[in-house]
């Protein structure tokens, strides 16, 4: 069930709520996840990644705003609002503004199948993970156009870059995410998460599960334009990369939507992975709705949360990549990986009948599942 | 569960529409006092010299058509990918043979990578160049 469907089945009895049609919920559920939940992570998210830049290279990091500078990123934004917005003469406009818009709209809407908690995911599509596949390499097209748009040298070589290099990375990313699936047995979200339990994790499932949620980590980073993959917007050769012309809020938004998309990058992994909602070694799928869903909607945060630091961590130690070095590294060690993950966890499903390793050792033990 | 992708499309239409209203509410609020020179493309403080819609060397055109073949393999797979599960634990004895198809359909695809990335025969290496492919 979907966030909107059991938000309406709980009014149902309510005088005045009970009366709204599904979609006004919908639109409720998504309004609320963007104004209290996406805009706000992604600041905060800035603010964490600053504060473990500055610990990381031994200095203070944002500490003047609020206490700990932990308001800094209200300020931030604030100060973007009150940017004056530029468009280069030279642009071509219309792409120009277009391309936000795109970025924002890919970036934005794969949310809309991130299972938080067993009823809290916005839509359950049956498609879940092929639908987000499909929107988040939309993005590329966004960077694209507006590197192309901003007439300017460092962009249309940011643009192409980032372009060449989404499109090479999609490749394993699609092909790790293909490799979960055939284990799960289904493209819908929740079912994903509901094949697995607080015993049998699918990273665990066989030994190259493990090897590909490794795979689909780097190369998921790669596809965010993440360090050490972030040659599009390497600031010491291109200035900028696409967004080199972006001003105010524009570029505000190029920014929010690069942390949206790391927050996707490490739900889905802990989705297809790292068992969902579901903690370790602990059941709590017998205790009460209102009970369980926060704690549900707590673990997945956690596991996120703990793969986005982990993003952030490998950003402030690695040194960046070369355009060539990356471009070999997606399709001569990814991809080849990939295959090879791919094709075995098919002969494992092939030759154990679905049985992962830790079912076997429960097995083994006796301990039924 | 067409009421799921009600959802998936009110939540394209707001997302469309966020952005100019995040971008009319700015405009309401900063300066805007547009200069000439402000408006110049930014190179680095120089006069920019020329445009940059220029013919321009697009080194990874190849690794395009590249991505299209194997994405349209991976689309292709995903079907497979949903039901292989249900097969493997209902068709009792019939799981090698399903996987033999699919290796099948992967494995002609493997071949032409291996092409792509230069792997000849060894016959034949030697007065052949690489493939330029993947020779980056």
Redesign the interface.
């Known amino acids: 069930m979907s966030l909107p469907e059991f938000l309406k089945e709980l009014f149902e009895s309510w005088p005045l709520l009970g009366i709204l049609p599904l979609w006004f919920y919908s639109l409720i559920c998504i309004l609320g996840l963007l104004f209290l939940f996406l805009f706000p992570f992604a600041g905060i998210a800035v603010y964490i990644e600053r504060k473990i830049a500055g610990d990381i290279q031994a200095r203070i990091g944002p500490n003047v705003v609020g206490p700990y500078g932990i308001l800094q990123w209200i300020a931030d934004a604030l100060k973007l609002l009150l940017k004056e917005d530029i468009i280069p003469a030279l642009a071509d406009k219309k792409l120009f503004i277009l391309s936000p818009m795109i970025i924002f709209l890919s970036g934005a809407a794969a949310y809309a199948v991130i299972p938080f908690a067993e009823n809290v995911i916005l839509a359950n599509l049956n498609i879940g993970i092929f639908y987000l596949i499909a929107i988040t390499s939309m993005v590329a097209l966004g960077l694209i156009l507006g590197g192309w748009a901003s007439n300017n040298k460092w962009s249309l070589l940011g643009g192409m870059r980032a372009a060449a290099q989404i499109v090479s990375f999609e490749i394993p990313v699609a092909l790790c995410i293909l490799t979960a699936v055939l284990v799960a047995g289904t493209l819908d979200m929740t079912q994903i998460v509901k094949n697995q339990s607080p015993y049998h994790w699918n990273i665990f499932h066989n030994p190259f599960m493990f090897i590909a949620a490794f795979v689909y980590y780097i190369a998921a980073l790669a596809e965010a334009n993440r360090t050490p993959f972030d040659i599009p917007e390497a600031d010491s050769e291109l200035v900028s990369g696409y967004n080199t012309e972006y001003s105010g809020m524009r570029f505000a938004i190029f920014f929010l939507i690069e942390y949206a998309e790391c927050f996707v990058i490490c739900a889905v992994a802990a989705t297809l992975f790292l068992g969902g909602w579901h903690p370790p070694f602990i059941d709590i799928s017998g205790l009460a709705l209102p009970l369980r869903m926060p704690l549900q909607v707590m673990v997945f945060m956690a596991k996120a949360i703990l793969l986005l630091l982990v993003m952030m961590w490998i950003r402030w130690t690695l040194p960046r990549y070369r355009v060539d070095q990356l471009m070999k590294l997606c399709w001569e060690v990814l991809v080849p990986f990939s295959f090879v993950c791919l094709l075995g966890t098919a002969f494992w499903m092939a030759l154990f009948k679905g049985k992962g390793v830790p079912e076997m050792i429960y097995a083994l033990l006796g301990w039924g599942s | 569960?067409y009421?799921?992708?009600?959802?998936?499309l009110?939540?394209?239409i707001?997302?469309?529409g966020?952005?100019?209203l995040?971008?009319l509410?700015?405009?309401i609020?900063?300066?805007?006092?547009?200069d000439?020179k402000?408006?110049?493309?930014?190179?680095?403080g120089e006069e920019?010299v020329g445009?940059?819609?220029v013919q321009?060397n697009?080194?990874?055109y190849v690794?395009?058509i590249?991505?299209l073949i194997?994405?349209v393999e991976?689309v292709l797979?995903?079907p497979i990918?949903?039901?292989?599960?249900?097969w493997?634990?209902s068709q009792?004895g019939k799981?090698?043979l399903?996987?033999a198809e699919?290796?099948l359909f992967?494995g002609i695809l493997?071949i032409g990578?291996a092409y792509a990335?230069g792997l000849r025969p060894p016959a034949q290496r030697k007065n052949h160049k690489p493939c330029p492919c993947?020779n980056?």
């Not at chain 2, 402000?38 to 680095?44: A, D, Q, R």
């Not at chain 2, 990918?81 to 249900?86: C, E, M, S, Y």
């Open positions: 569960m009421t799921q992708f009600a959802t998936v009110i939540f394209l707001i997302g469309a966020m952005v100019p995040i971008l509410v700015g405009k609020l900063r300066p805007s006092n547009p000439p402000k408006l110049t493309s930014y190179e680095c920019p445009g940059s819609w321009f697009l080194r990874f690794i395009a590249l991505f194997f994405d991976v797979m995903f990918g949903a039901t292989f599960r249900q493997m634990i009792a799981g090698l399903v996987f699919v290796a992967i493997l990578f990335w993947l980056f």
